[in-house]
């Protein structure tokens, strides 16, 4: 059973950088072909996509948030984390971790397995 588990401040200053991390049990983040994601959900709003990071390492960003995101791991934590850059009020949701065994196929993502979620806030 894969679980993922995410930890990291509740609370980030605005113009800080969020920093959060994914530690995975039960199976690697080097596994072919898994692709491991971050995902948020500001208040009222739905699902958001933030990026991947691959089993090779590879990473992808969604363009809107490219230029403040940056996804990196560490494999002998079998960890993933995530750092977003200049933090605004706009930037409060929860903020998920998940794992997608579909896009290195089909180039769409489908979750299998999620993180509870961790909320965090900017605000000064």
């Known amino acids: 059973q894969v679980q993922l588990q995410e930890s990291g401040p509740g609370l980030v200053k605005p113009s800080q950088t969020l920093s959060l991390t994914c530690t995975v049990s039960?199976?690697?983040?080097?596994?072919?072909?898994?692709?491991w994601s971050w995902i948020r959900q500001p208040p009222g709003k739905g699902l958001e996509w933030m990026g991947d990071?691959?089993?090779?390492?590879?990473?992808y960003y969604s363009p809107s948030l490219k230029s403040r995101t940056s996804i990196s791991r560490d494999t002998s934590k079998n960890q993933f984390t995530l750092q977003l850059s200049s933090v605004t009020p706009e930037d409060t949701a929860v903020y998920y971790c998940?794992?997608?065994?579909?896009?290195?196929?089909?180039?769409?993502?489908?979750?299998?397995?999620w993180g509870q979620g961790t909320q965090v806030t900017v605000s000064s």
């Open positions: 998940a794992r997608d065994p579909s896009r290195y196929y089909s180039g769409s993502p489908v979750y299998d397995y």
């Open positions: 990071i691959a089993f090779s390492g590879s990473t």
């Open positions: 039960g199976g690697s983040i080097t596994t072919n072909y898994y692709y």
